[in-house]
Every structure is written in structure tokens, then in C-alpha cells.
């Protein structure tokens, strides 16, 4: 363990889960801010007192509570002397083919100069680019001057996977050979010098393995740009036990979506009438699976579950567990009938191959959507790096 005075730098991304029960900031609760992670990452700088320290956290933390929990951290940090400032990050404007935007709060010691946030490498969606902060009734910008241009495009799917041999459901065998040489110069990055060529092993090309019934469905999705659950067919199937799924029936009438072209009824249970919910009127084992008719109309219809993604588009931002009924449901491959496996996710989040991780594939799939993209993390390092040496530096890609 170090000891004081012997760190110059500290980076974090303490989480949150403490403050998911308060309700308003009394008295009572204000002890719970004391004893969460977030202030025992700052009582370690405190303790040490780096130079410069960074801090990552998901995009809701700057509105949390009414923006409360940003203003006692930031309070926190200047009144132990600390320079700080804070912002958002996307994390798709440095080459890496998915959404994600990041609070990060830059600190430095007094008489150290504060550090800028990195300029955008890659044009990324505009809507996805918002980055903009807005605490009570002031909006807060970084200092980046090039929100709708940059110097390269948008990184795709295709770019990062399709060199990738093709998997099947369940995939597990954890060492594979590519079979193809890099299609794309972001491949010849993420494959490395010593493993540009199709012979070298590919690690972690792994993904869930599904049940019979979801594998059922993820097959009959079809293979285009948008298709979700929507476009599944509302017909039996046999699985591969030799059972049959069942049909899904359409018993009670909508009163938001009305009828079918020919009359027919849409609504799957008698709450679509107005009426209070029976669980009688649930249905099991339907290639459309029942809970999404059932509470679509309070949902945006589930758009996205079991969705495809798109070669010339970016993936959601990468989750823990990719499920095709998740809070991010668009985790099926482009082309293949499975979800993402664990070397497309830690592509996605811009991990090289060489990259290895460890333990189950699910504690593989939460180191991956736990991190911060590597090339994100690499440009602010740069920005830290011309704070010390207070001389421009100028990066080409950030996965050099």
C-alpha cells in the first residue's frame, strides 16, 4: 500500500446504489451521503492527496436528487483545495462504435493547472451527443469547442466486428482461431501487431447461452436494420425437445390502438379495455411473448427488445448482461441468430484482443460493462499528460 505523498494521480468511478432509497436530502439521510462510496473515494484523496485525480460516474449522477449529490461532491472536492471541473463525455467521439455518455470531474492540486476535456476525435449522433449540463436553472458546458464536427467519422458495427468468425447460441469455446485477416483498419488496431493475421487466436468469442424459446424467437427475427419484437410472426414453433409453442390470442379490445385492418381484436389481456388486470389472461410459452402486448401501450410498444443491431450503425451503450428482455434489448448480432458475445462487447467499448478477461462469462460481461472505454480514459490521460507538461499534444487515434 502507498503511503502519503507517494501518489500523484487517482482515478475512480465510485458508484451510487446508496443514495437509490432517499426520497429528499434531510438531516437523516445526509448521513448516508457520509458513509457512501463516493465520499470513501474522496476520503482517499484526502488521505493522499494527488496531484491530479479523475471521476466517473453514469449520466443521471449530475441530476440525482435535483443535482444535490454533484453539488456535495464538487463541494467536497474544494473545500480539501482541490481546482475542479466537471462535464460529459461521450464516449462514441473517440472511436468506439456505441453510445455512451459519462460524468467526469477533473481535479487539481493548488498550483497545478487544471486540465481541458479532450476535443472529439470521431462525429458521432447528434442526439446521442448532447452534452450539456443542467444544474437548477444554469447550464453548464465543457470546454470543447467542436460539438458537430471532428476530424474522423462515425466508428460502425461493422468497422469493429466483422472480421469475427461466425458463433452459434451458447457458444463457449473461450480460444478460436479469426479465419480472416482484418477487414477494416480499426480490426488491424484491435487485433494488435502479433495478431493481425487469420491463424492467431481470437479469445473470448463466447456468448449466453439461451433457452430453446428465446433461441426460437431470436431466429425469427428477421435480419434488417430495426427489426425487434414487432416483427416476429405470431405462429407455433417446434422447439428442439419436440414440444410446440402456442399461438398467442388476441381476446379483448384495445381501446387505445382499436381493431385490426379486418376487425380483429389487439388486446391481450382486459386491462386494454380499462378494465383492472385478471392474471387469468396470461398466456405462456407464445413466440411473441405476451408481457410486451400486454404493457406496450405504457412502454413505447418495448421498441428495441429483441432488436437487431445495425452493421452501419453503434450499439447501445454496453450493459452487464446483455438480455434480449433488458433495459437494452437490441443485443442480437446483426446477422446471427444469438446475442453479442464477449469479445463484440469489449470491441464495442474499444478493449483490444489482447485484452483477456476472467471468470464466468457473466463476471466477463460485468468487467466489460463496469469499464470505461479505453480510448475515452486514453484522451483524457492526454489532456492530463499537456496539463504537466503544459505543451500541446496532438493524438491521432486513440488506440495508438
Known sequence: IPQKGEVDFI???????????????????????KNSLIVSFLSYIDFYRPKYFVVENVRNFVSFK???????????????????????LQAGNFGVPQTRRRLIIIAAAPGEKLPFYPEPIHVFNKKSSSLSVQ???????????????????????????SDLPEISNGAYEEEIPYKSIPITHLQK?????????SESILSDHICKDMSPLVQARMELIPVSEGSD????PNIKVQLPDGSFTNKLLYTHHDIKNGYGLNGELRGVCQCASGEKCDPQDRQNNTIIPWCLPHT?????????????????????TTITNPEPMGKQGRVLHPEQHRVVSVRECARSQGF??????????????RQIGNAVPPPMGKAIGHEIIKAIEKTPMYICSPFL
Open 229 to 232: 419484437w414487432r416483427d416476429l
Open 189 to 197: 488496431l484491435l487485433r494488435c501487431p502479433d495478431n493481425r493475421y
Open 352 to 365: 483490444k484482443d489482447s485484452f483477456i478477461f476472467h471468470g464466468p462469462i457473466l463476471n466477463k460481461h
Open 296 to 316: 406496450g401501450n405504457r412502454h413505447n410498444n418495448w421498441a428495441g427488445l429483441y432488436g437487431r443491431l445495425a452493421w452501419s450503425g453503434f450499439c447501445s
Open 66 to 88: 435535483n443535482s444535490m449529490i454533484l453539488k456535495l461532491t464538487l463541494r467536497c472536492i474544494t473545500r480539501m483545495g482541490y481546482q475542479c471541473t466537471f462535464g460529459i
Open 135 to 161: 444544474v437548477g436553472d444554469k447550464k453548464f458546458k465543457t470546454n470543447c469547442k467542436f460539438e458537430e464536427s471532428a476530424p474522423m467519422r462515425t466508428v460502425t458495427v461493422y468497422d469493429a466486428w
Open 11 to 33: 482515478c475512480g468511478g465510485p458508484p451510487c446504489q446508496g443514495f437509490s432509497g432517499m426520497n429528499r436530502f434531510n438531516s437523516g439521510q445526509y448521513s448516508l451521503f
